[in-house]
């Protein structure tokens, strides 16, 4: 898909915005938010969409109507549309988010379908926008999708090899440079958490850094690391029926990580960041890790298995720990499809924040916000990190806490007894990352990409020098 900025019209079917005014200039329509309508006249196609009153409208309102609006353009199979922005000031950039919203919004899996989707090719908005916004806009945008793509692929497509592969293609950027580690070098190093939950999948595991400096007067490094389970069975403990249909999405932090990386390193962005995906298969077999084993982490702390399908935490231990000893980062911030509790928490709307700092948890919080990817803070008080302390190990990867109990917060105290003395966020996307609903606007129903977008917004306003 094509987007320009235009002062002309070029194209017959026009989308026109219109806030709730009085009088209306269209019959039967209030302009109530996400309101549509389609108007046939000589030559022209008007799509009318509603954003309610010009008081509330805000970058949300734009991006869902804009996807609902490029939508009912592409169910009337429409190659080429024009967008008319309201006659009004607005203290955001209209341009910019409905960007957001043609290409969110427009977004569709099709790759087993035998009938494709209609596409739309060409778009031009009535506005103003530099060039570079434009650019950094779509580019942000098809980074999302690029994610979206990843999390719902086949789990026998997106192996952790296959996530190998994918980084690698980024080594040959400015700036960029890219670290496989096997499973040789995963049990080599003493990574064996890692090791234990891959080992028992004839897809061996594998730990990917994808260093990025693009910013050599800065001091500062950021890392996001991102869990890559590219399917969980459960392993031992095996995941019933109902659950388990959707565990290729496990890997959903670890896609967003990689979206990410491809968006700044695209964009040439003026910050250094390390990209860390850690990717195994929790597999069920002769080879897999059992409940009741004792393992050493690489942090030299030793880890009772309760559970084989608490395995996220696992990876994220030992990838946490390499990551701090190896890059030195200033900031470490994880994404991870950690916890069914945080559905019940949250449901899929909003994501869970858990931090150690108080300013690195409000600076993610305002770029969720922003970028309308939003989180909710969820408290770490001592008891709950008591509730992980082992008889037989150090820890235990299930707390003593009655079953279900806190488990969000559980899992978020677990990966921080690996933290160091560095600021750490875990966003737990366990919901967010995946609809399983209908599409609502810019989300689509599946795999939504959540991280790319809120990163991006973080990483671009955060000057901070711990």
Known sequence: ?????????????????????????????????????????????????????????????????????????????????????????????????????????????????????????????????????????????????????????????????????????????????????????????????????????????????????GNKRSGKKTAIVGKGITFDSGGQNLKPTGSIETMRTDMAGAAAVLGTMKALIELNSPVNVVGVIVAAHNAIGSDAFFPGDIYKSYSGKTIEIHSTDAEGRLILADAVSYCQKQYKPDELIDLATLTGGILSALGDIVAGLFSNNDFLAEKLFEAGEKSSERLWRFPLYKEYSDALKGELGDLRNLSKLKKGYASSIIGAAFIQEFIEDIPWAHLDIAGTSFNEGATRGEIPQFATGFGVRLLMEYLANDKTIY
């Open 1 to 213: 898909m094509k987007i320009k900025i235009s002062k002309k019209v070029h194209f017959s079917t026009h989308i026109i915005l219109v806030p709730r005014i009085d009088p209306i200039p269209y019959p039967d329509f209030k302009g109530d938010s996400g309101e549509i309508s389609v108007r046939y006249e000589e030559n022209t196609t008007k799509i009318l969409c509603g954003i309610g009153d010009n008081a509330t409208v805000d970058s949300k309102t734009i991006r869902t109507a804009s996807a609902k609006a490029i939508q009912k353009a592409i169910d009337l199979k429409r190659t080429e549309v024009t967008f008319t922005l309201p006659n009004h000031s607005y203290p955001i950039s209209l341009e910019k988010h409905i960007i957001e919203g043609i290409i969110l919004g427009s977004y569709k899996f099709d790759k087993y379908k035998s009938e494709k989707y209609h596409r739309i090719e060409t778009v031009e908005i009535i506005g103003e926008l530099s060039r570079a916004e434009v650019h950094r806009t779509e580019t942000i945008c098809k980074s999302t999708n690029f994610t979206r793509d990843l999390v719902n692929e086949n789990a026998s497509v997106i192996t952790p090899e296959a996530f190998a592969t994918e980084a690698l293609k980024l080594q040959n950027s400015n700036h960029c440079t890219v670290t496989v580690l096997n499973k040789k070098d995963i049990q080599k190093k003493g990574l064996n958490l890692i090791y234990s939950v891959g080992k028992g999948s004839q897809t061996p595991p594998c730990l990917i850094f994808i260093e990025y400096n």
